[in-house]
């Protein structure tokens, strides 16, 4: 599995400022809630966990200031869930007076597997910067430590670095202060039957809930950023949760104020001060921008918002259509699909699914706006495209799609085919079969992301079973692991995979795993 | 060479609040000089430096910010020389937007020396947290980075532990602001013959300069506190150069406010935070109060804070004389006398000199309040002790003191017996003459604490040359081995020891260097 940053530094942006007045105004204040430790454990080896690595409590937490530490000693306190925010904590110490400095180092940690690896021993290509871990030195005991800094965490080590051979260290009051804009007042909880789709569900909130920031967020141990991929599904989530319709129209607001002079939106906003755009381009992310505005317009009905950004939206029509010739999608390097991390499979298909489910998106905002004429120039293309679709790329032998010159089937070109409605409900179900038999068990896929949208493909198929079998054997699974809330990457095939080479940078607490909460309750509960 | 921890947590200790109201209320506003770095530097192999490592510059320092800095790149920048404060950078970074944390070790060092060890090495007893380094994450840059914590140092590594492959970080208006209490104003400069003594005096009131903070430091690297030892030296240096008599006064009212139960006052006290005296005690140490208070009083008639403070004089002379039977010191192992670092040679007649020492200048002190029936306490006891130092401990044959059971020669005995007075000024030529013929030169001795009192030795028996000789053997010698200021352990015969193993944590601003000054002023100047 391949991935390539992008360097496009060159580039210049539009900056309308607008639409970015009005996403700042929508900025909301974040939800706090204090939380305090269950326990304090070790890790232990566990062949059931991610990286065979579980925990073991040691000790009550109440006994927390009975542990005098010197040189090297350490005590892991886990916070019983996953949680996203600030960390304090009160030490004190006995013995002599206090004749050197305290050092310590601060290690969180969203899952036990993070305690198997030595930081200093990562070397992969990810910037070692994201590793949780701070380095402090206390010059005057007795202090309140707050860390400046938000971690996404369950457990945090605190390791004693060195106090002098004449005191101990004591820790005590330790303290979270976690935060979201996510309210659990405007949530309500579902009841299922199957207590594993319950879990599976109760994860996917949690999940949501912890990346829900002052944007959507990524990942809010590593990236911490708004990708237009990882909001099309966290907003669809949302929808069916907390309902927080606000953070999705800010979302949306901050896009569309930043694209390049050549209309495309960047892939990704950074909004750690001033909003920025990453000079990434993808042409499928560019295109949910659409389906992210059609899906929050559906919910909202805010016709305001619409007519503000529908230029943009239509913009993103007109540079992916760049790439579309007599119906035809033609990948470009300049302007990539992603449809998932790995670059072992052929996209064209995929892609050009993609550019139809977008295009049908666009016609139905351009309705809501009676903008005939944008209707009158995009439907003949979509026409012809799904044409194409049908004539060209459908195999009836195999009732599967090819993709690329040499004819590869793979998941995902009847993933996105059947999303995008190219077929009937009847041909859909009879891919998805035919996919299943010829293509399962999927290797070489190891993003939620992909995952997401193929259980949503067997379930609009109507093929019910196979989309909870799937959303037991993917997500599920990883609750086996010991997930609190789903990661970044995983392969069922291949369970301690990460893709940066150590669980240290890995993030396990990524928005694209969030979909569950949409998919059962859409499919499952309606 | 043996240096052991004294752990005493269970002393009790009096606070006497009057007199920590007045040290209190003599806390000085510290003046700050604003310095800029000289050079960009790298260290070199140079054979004539401390371990043969020396500074190459490699770009001027108006090229900082054409240095783009990714993982694992440094810069090293040159303050021209030693000091102590805060560091302040700004960082902007080049590239693609932001899209990681800067994370960054920031390391400051004395000496190039300590560029030749690996922080991550070091293993030795004394605590790692005095190790000056920082590692420090930036999630939004630019940034005026300003440390919080005062470090000690001429030389600055900036060494970048990841950006990200898309950008790079750049330095730019690194600045210190060195902190003291001493104030150049009130410095008048001494213009010497010899230039290599001009350096030796010059290195020495730099060395007291950055040692004198909010008390006098014996180290502004590390211990950073104030120890009895080294303020009745560095008091002594002040007098011939800044003249900052408050603050010998504070440091005094400092010990005399907290002494323990039993009257011994500790030999050194912590002032970061509230006051409190470390559970350290040292018979000569606590004598020396008595001799910092003479010479305070000596320099500024100041006869209130004599009464103030004559009860814990009076108190030190009680305790010490608990040691003393029939004229004899005999020494006890709850309340050592320190001489020397070393324990390589038999302290007892050193410690019956430094009694007769103190009682001196005790007998001074209750003079001027006219306590005369302290002084009829004493002085017999001081004859008694000054009769037994001629007639059981001095070797007529080897005009040579002898010290313990095995009639050891040692140099601490004959400098003492001579700083003490106890014999004629003719006597003390003799005896320093021999000595030296016997016993240099000296071996196993690494304070210049001890050093200096060899040299005081030499100057006050007349013996001005080989006073000159050896303030260049050993202060001189530091200077070529490239000291900006005179270091806490230096071994002429073994010029790369560190009593820690590692320069990492060794003091190479330490106050009881910083005599020469003193010494030059007394003996070559008057």
């Not at 038999?437 to 190891?446: D, Q, R």
Request: charged share 25%; with cysteine; net charge negative.
């Amino acid at each position: 599995m391949a991935f390539t940053f992008q360097i496009n530094n060159q580039v210049k942006f539009n900056h309308n400022q607008s639409l970015l007045n009005k996403a700042a105004a929508l900025t909301l204040k974040l939800k706090s809630t204090v939380v305090k430790p269950v326990a304090i454990v070790e890790p232990v080896k566990d062949s059931s966990k991610l990286n065979e690595t579980g925990m073991k409590k040691i000790d009550d937490i109440t006994n927390l200031d009975k542990h005098q530490l010197k040189r090297d000693d350490r005590v892991i306190l886990d916070f019983g869930n996953h949680y996203v925010g600030h960390f304090k904590i009160n030490i004190r110490h006995i013995g002599s007076p206090q004749d050197a400095p305290l050092a310590l180092k601060i290690k969180f940690a969203e899952t036990p597997a993070e305690f198997a690896f030595n930081s200093a021993d990562y070397d992969g290509w990810l910037s070692k910067s994201w590793i949780q871990e701070e380095t402090i030195h206390i010059d005057q005991l007795p202090v309140e430590l707050n860390l400046p800094r938000r971690y996404a965490f369950r457990y945090v080590e605190l390791k004693v670095i060195d106090t002098s051979p004449k005191w101990s260290a004591i820790f005590s009051d330790p303290e979270l202060t976690a935060l979201s804009s996510a309210d659990w007042n405007n949530y309500q909880p579902v009841k299922l039957s199957d207590h594993e789709l319950q879990s599976i569900y109760d994860v996917s909130v949690k999940t949501l809930y912890d990346c829900m920031q002052e944007v959507f967020e990524d990942g809010p141990k590593r990236d911490r950023r708004l990708w237009l991929g990882d909001l099309h599904l966290q907003a669809l989530a949302n929808y069916a949760t907390f309902q927080n319709n606000v953070l999705v129209k800010r979302c949306l607001y901050l896009f569309g104020g930043m694209s390049a002079k050549d209309g495309r939106i960047a892939a990704n906003v950074f909004t750690n001060g001033d909003p920025q755009p990453d000079d990434t381009f993808l042409l499928d992310y560019g295109l949910f921008f659409i389906s992210t505005l059609d899906d929050y317009v559906t919910a909202s009905n805010d016709l305001a918002t619409l007519r503000d950004l529908y230029p943009i939206a239509k913009k993103q029509v007109e540079v992916a259509l760049n790439c579309v010739h007599d119906g035809i999608y033609e990948p470009d390097d300049d302007y990539p699909v992603f449809v998932d991390w790995s670059n072992e499979f052929d996209k064209t298909t995929a892609g050009q699914a993609i550019i139809i489910y977008a295009l049908k998106q666009f016609i139905h905002l351009a309705q809501q706006l009676n903008h005939d004429d944008d209707i009158n120039k995009v439907q003949p293309i979509l026409d012809e495209m799904v044409d194409h679709s049908i004539n060209d790329l459908y195999d009836t032998k195999h009732h599967l799609f090819v993709s690329g010159s040499n004819h590869e089937f793979n998941v995902a070109s009847q993933v996105w085919m059947v999303l995008a409605g190219v077929v009937s409900d009847e041909n859909a179900k009879q891919i998805m079969s035919s996919m299943k038999k010829e293509l399962f068990p999927i290797t070489g896929i190891a993003t939620p992301y992909m995952y997401h949208h193929v259980a949503a493909a067997f379930f609009k198929a109507g093929l019910k079973d196979d989309g909870i079998e799937l959303l037991k054997d993917y997500w599920g699974k990883m609750i086996k692991l010991g997930a609190d809330t789903y990661w970044e990457a995983f392969e069922p095939e291949n369970t301690n995979y990460s893709p940066y080479g150590s669980p240290i940078v890995s993030s396990y607490c990524h928005a694209w795993g969030c979909t569950p909460a949409f998919l059962i309750k859409k499919y499952l509960l309606n």
